[in-house]
């Protein structure tokens, strides 16, 4: 079946430029998670959503990461005003159930790789 | 958070098997410990989970001492395919279901 994905797979950004990453989790799946994995490091958690609720946004390194996921599928990460230590790989995964359960599996995409010139 | 130590690397040969260890003497009686994996330029995937026994699926076992402080993730047979970087989590209740990377064990395999 379908896994989760993203795109665009890679961006280059210039300094200063919006950009815009899709998810698309596996269909169904309630819990939807954004991590920001640097160069030779483990992914660190961005932003949680159960359905459309953003219920973490604790680590959003600033105010100019914005996530959503209106309609509690399709999920968007925006970084505005993208600086040079916002290059790295930024994963979205899935899981089936609600994110308080310390069973459930996470369904990771490829990552889209950010690069701020 | 419960905190994790897992060596930074470790190498095996091909068709051998593979033990990678990891201590996480914080963690408490409720907490899971979970498994992944990142293969090079992918996203993580799943190993396996387990709580107190001893675990076995496909793709590896999972044994977890008596104490709770640590566990070994057993690959029985390593495969080029293997060559990845392992993650141990620990999955803590009040964690809102986030899972919290360390640095993981980079393992090469040799064929």
């Known amino acids: 079946g379908a896994g989760v994905s993203q795109s665009p797979r890679y961006k280059v950004a210039k300094r200063g430029q919006d950009v815009a990453l899709r998810c698309d989790p596996i269909s169904g799946h309630v819990s939807l998670f954004w991590y920001q994995q640097a160069l030779g490091q483990g992914p660190e958690f961005l932003t949680y959503f159960q359905n459309e609720a953003q219920l973490d946004k604790s680590g959003l390194p600033s105010d100019r990461f914005f996530a959503e996921r209106p309609e509690g599928s399709v999920s968007t990460l925006k970084i505005q005003r993208t600086q040079q230590e916002d290059s790295a790989v930024y994963l979205c995964?899935?899981?089936?159930?609600?994110?308080?359960?310390?069973?459930?599996?996470?369904?990771f995409g490829p990552g889209t790789r950010l690069t701020v010139l | 958070d419960a905190k994790t130590t897992q060596p930074n690397s470790m190498e095996s040969n091909e068709e051998e098997p593979v033990h990678l260890p990891c201590n996480h003497s914080t963690i408490s009686g409720t907490d899971y410990i979970h498994w992944y994996r990142q293969l090079p330029s992918q996203g993580p995937e799943y190993v396996i989970h387990g709580l107190t026994s001893n675990v076995n699926n496909r793709m590896a076992s999972l044994a977890i001492a008596e104490d709770r402080k640590s566990s070994t993730l057993i690959l029985h047979r390593a495969t080029l395919r293997d060559a990845a970087v392992y993650y141990c989590?620990?999955?803590?209740?009040?964690?809102?279901?986030?899972?919290?990377f360390g640095q993981g064990t980079e393992l090469s395999v040799k064929p």
């Open positions: 989590i620990p999955r803590v209740y009040n964690q809102g279901g986030k899972l919290i």
């Open positions: 995964a899935s899981s089936k159930s609600g994110g308080t359960s310390r069973t459930d599996t996470q369904y």
